[in-house]
């Protein structure tokens, strides 16, 4: 892989984190002018870019209870993205794998969140739970 495609899926995980943050009210107002931002650097709510550690890959980010697997790519493979982001949330202990596919010539909030029926039937059972 060259050094300009690696720098531009870092600068997607970088885009998917920051809108994701951004929206759930993770980060304090005006967080881009600040050195530091986040309103609660140890919410375990956060969406966050883990340091990859062993031989087995973790995903781009950690948005409990989802790995999230980002992908900015010219030709778009969602199965095998799939696939990666369930393999990668097994391998961080998270219940739930996701594909972020950046949407060409589009903004982040744009991008397709992607996963299997399975894991999408297992999310559904969960949220009914919850009530």
């Known amino acids: 892989m060259s050094n300009a495609a690696k ?16 929206a759930l009210g993770q980060y304090v107002d005006h967080w881009k002018d600040v050195a530091y931002p986040w309103k609660n650097p140890h919410d375990p ?3 966050t870019r883990p340091a990859q550690t062993g ?10 209870p989802f790995v999230i697997e980002c992908k900015a790519e010219r030709s778009i493979r ?3 993205y799939v696939r990666q ?23 982040v909030e744009d991008a397709y969140a992607v996963m299997d029926l399975i ?13």
Not at 16 to 22: F, G, I, M, S, W
Not at 55 to 64: E, F, I, N, P, S
Not at 94 to 103: D, E, L, Q, S, T
């Open 7 to 22: 720098a531009k899926g870092t600068r997607w995980e970088r885009e998917v984190r920051h809108y994701l943050n951004t």
């Open 55 to 64: 031989a087995k890959d973790v995903g781009d980010l950690h948005a409990r």
């Open 45 to 47: 709510d956060n969406i």
């Open 85 to 107: 982001a369930n393999r990668e949330a097994e391998h961080a202990g998270f219940p739930y794998g996701v594909a972020v596919v950046k949407a060409p010539r589009r903004r």
């Open 78 to 80: 969602l199965a095998d």
């Open 119 to 131: 894991t999408f039937g297992r999310v559904l059972q969960t949220l009914r739970h919850l009530d």
